[in-house]
């Protein structure tokens, strides 16, 4: 199952691609993490309280009205701060977007390059944003709306099983839609960089691959899950491990404020470079899952042949799994650049020079016409084994010899 065995590729291209190390990449590779880390929109947005707004709070029996709050001077306060939580939010989403290509490029060519491959991929990006932002709506209708109705709610007391029944339908929807952001993200975002499609038709060219494959997609998904949870636990240890030293140094004198100062920084960037190899790591094994189940929309064919010397073909995979046929960065022709084995014999020689070096070449008797010539050059051309250009000498030499 390709699910299963891109486990393993996917470590090798990773590390194909980070090593050697180069400062000077990781960091910029930080960066895109930082936006794109989350994988999706799916931070939920908590709806809650221990009170409404609607009508005038009643006092308890021990309260003092002269604590009470007004809402109409606190309401402008928390319209503002929400409002400016939603900008820098809508901001920070469709910066992550464009940096969703950004990434995909990186991954595809081996390099990163953060404005040539944003500003190649400004439109793609704002496409997904605006899929991201209607997918957060619907989420916040379905949500929003049966908790405010029982925030603002004007009864004194909630029925227990109103919210459990808000809960039960909370759990399956918000599955289906960390479900539908993931899908997006790791592989309909590729499809719309491949194949240079909107959001909609980019799903619709998936939708057959997932259909048709929707098992090897049920594994990922699952497995994904799982080691998720697992590299959040053993990156939090080394967290951990990361601050330490620093808490440590709070405690001296003097070195406090200065650890303050210099401390987090580096510890928000230390938790960011622990996070390149892992989001690297996530997001190739969802390529290597996406082009063995369908080669037209592979994105890295160059390194899943390096990692499986060459990309032989799997017998359990649709239309045989890889093959060399689509080799290469760019759509179309691939594989044509260079698919000649540097071992194997070039029959090309042969028809280029079909001539036998120890094969007489008559051709140099008809440019020598004169046969004498030709049989003088031999150096037997007479008795003495030189030619002294005078024959008739010759032959009365031959004739006293046999006489």
Sequence with gaps: MFAIDDLSDAIDVTREFLTPVRLWMWLKLALLVFFVGGAGFGSPMSFGGGGGFGGEPTPGPGADPGT??????????????????????LVFLFVGSLFEFTLLESLRTGEVHIRR???????????????????????????????????????????????????????????????????????????????????????????????????????????????????????????????????????????????????????????????????TYLRYYALLVLGDTDADLDLIPEQRAAVRDGGPDRPDGPGGGWTTERDGLDGGNRGQDDTSDPWEYDESRDQDDTSDPWEYDESRDQDDTDSSDRADDTGWGDSNGWDDGDDEDDEANEDDRWQ
């Design 68 to 89: 009470s709050v007004d809402v109409g001077e606190v309401l402008p306060v928390v319209i503002a701060v929400v409002f400016v939580v939603l900008v820098v939010g």
């Design 117 to 279: 491959y944003t500003k190649r991929n400004v439109g793609h990006g704002t496409r997904l944003f605006g899929f991201r932002v209607v997918l957060g709506l619907i989420g916040l209708v379905l949500f929003g709306v049966p908790v405010l109705a029982i925030v603002f709610s004007t009864s004194e007391t909630v029925s227990l099983g109103l919210i459990g029944l808000l809960v039960l339908l909370a759990i399956p929807v918000g599955i289906a839609f960390a479900v539908v952001d993931r899908l997006t993200t790791v592989f309909v975002a590729p499809t719309m960089l491949e194949h240079d499609l909107g959001v909609v038709a980019a799903w619709k060219r998936f939708w057959p691959t997932l259909r048709g494959h929707w098992t090897e997609y049920v594994v990922y998904l699952l497995l994904v899950w799982v080691l998720q949870l697992a590299l959040t636990f053993v990156t939090g240890i080394l967290f951990v491990v990361l601050l330490i030293p620093f808490l440590l140094l709070l405690f001296i004198p003097f070195l406090g404020l200065l650890v303050l100062l210099v401390g987090l920084p580096v510890i928000f960037l230390g938790a960011l470079l622990i996070q390149v190899p892992i989001v």
